[in-house]
């Protein structure tokens, strides 16, 4: 995505000269910054300024984004975000990728949303360059159209998930205030077996576990083969969950080797957290929502699926605490069984009425 790294070039500049970024840094990274080996609970914390470098190099080589306005603070393994970007997806995409960094225990995102006003005609041709860059999205037949930063996305996908990349890619050009989303799936476009590898390539490539990794991918008789090496179990399975998509019937990894060795990133981590691992982390995160009142909570973590009991005074701090509990790097999904001054127990159901008791039967005599 050159075009993406020319832009961001030009955004960086205007936002020094409105006072956007709060650090500027131009310097390159040559190779990427290996992150702590050690993990949480080994030999302690990993070293913070190690971690946080690790960050801003995996921030720094994402196709996806430009980090350049980006600052991050590491403090006992909790990446704090800040300084401002001009689209909410390169937000969401920062804080995905610093959470698959090695020793990242949970990113507490405080990004702000600077939109960038840019000429229709500009913003039109990133965006047609961007779905071009974009396998899973290259064949399809997709008309954009922009108006005062409006996108109008029409023609035909094959799935929705198709449909849900292509907003995804064209919010993510600087300049698109708002999508109208009218792309409409059509039967008359077939599955092939190009579309559908393309489709894995594509996932494989938005997955900051996978983006670096020599994954091949080729498909028979709607049998995925998944061929090449990746450092961890972790990322292997990864892959494999990724490789399902419409059409297929089966995944073959078996010469998808693990070899830790052969890493192509050391920065990203090998495996998910611990549950307990889960539960630290959110304990730690209340320090960062003073508002909160963390002795009124009850937290319990099973497999990455975090329950939360308690009491909580506004519907806005029950908000903020299933915010802090999805901070935490591992979590799965919040059930959020928070209490406030607005809950009443439900009401109590009537009890049925008795059933007619049964006539007594006449004596035929």
């Not at 006992?76 to 975000?81: H, S």
């Not at 006003?117 to 997709?142: E, N």
């Not at 494989?204 to 028979?220: G, K, M, T, Y």
């Not at 959020?336 to 008795?354: E, F, H, S, V």
Request: proline content about 7%; overall charge positive.
């Amino acid at each position: 995505m050159s075009w993406l790294r020319g832009l961001a070039v030009g955004l960086v500049v205007s936002a020094l000269d409105t006072g956007l970024c709060a650090e500027p840094r131009g310097q390159a990274r040559a190779a990427p910054v290996l992150a702590p080996t050690v993990e949480l609970g080994a030999l302690g914390a990993p070293l913070d300024a190690a971690v946080r470098r690790a960050v801003l190099d995996e921030l720094g080589r994402d196709e996806h984004m430009s980090a350049s306005a980006i600052d991050v603070t590491v403090t006992a393994g909790i990446a704090e975000l800040g300084g401002a970007v001009p689209v909410a997806l390169w937000r969401q995409r920062a804080s995905h990728v610093a959470g698959a960094v090695r020793g990242v225990r949970a990113v507490v995102n405080r990004i702000r949303v600077v939109a960038a006003r840019r000429q229709d005609q500009v913003v039109l041709q990133d965006m047609r360059r961007a779905l071009r860059a974009t396998a899973a999205l290259r064949s399809m037949p997709i008309h954009v159209t922009v108006d005062d930063g409006v996108v109008l996305l029409t023609g035909s996908i094959t799935t929705w998930e198709e449909q849900q990349l292509a907003e995804r890619v064209a919010s993510g050009v600087p300049g698109a205030r708002f999508c109208q989303n009218q792309l409409a799936l059509s039967r008359a476009i077939g599955r092939t077996p190009a579309i559908i590898s393309a489709d894995i390539e594509t996932r494989l490539d938005w997955e900051p576990l996978l983006a670096h990794q020599p994954i091949r991918v080729s498909l028979r008789a709607r049998r995925v083969f998944l061929k090449g090496t990746v450092g961890s179990r972790a990322q292997r399975k990864r892959a494999v969950a990724l490789a399902w998509v419409k059409g297929v019937s089966a995944v073959d990894a078996t010469a998808l080797r693990i070899d830790p060795a052969l890493r192509a990133n050391p920065n990203l981590r090998d495996a998910a957290p611990k549950d307990q691992e889960i539960s630290t982390a959110i304990r730690d995160l209340a320090s960062y929502w003073p508002s909160i009142a963390a002795s009124n909570l009850r937290t319990s973590v099973v497999g990455g699926v975090v329950s939360i009991e308690g009491t909580v005074q506004t519907l806005a701090e029950k908000n903020a605490v299933e915010a802090m509990a999805r901070s935490a790097v591992g979590v799965v999904e919040v059930r959020n069984g928070l209490r406030g001054p607005w809950w009443r127990p439900p009401a109590q159901p009537l009890p049925l009425p008795a059933p007619p008791r049964p006539k007594p039967k006449r004596s035929s005599r």
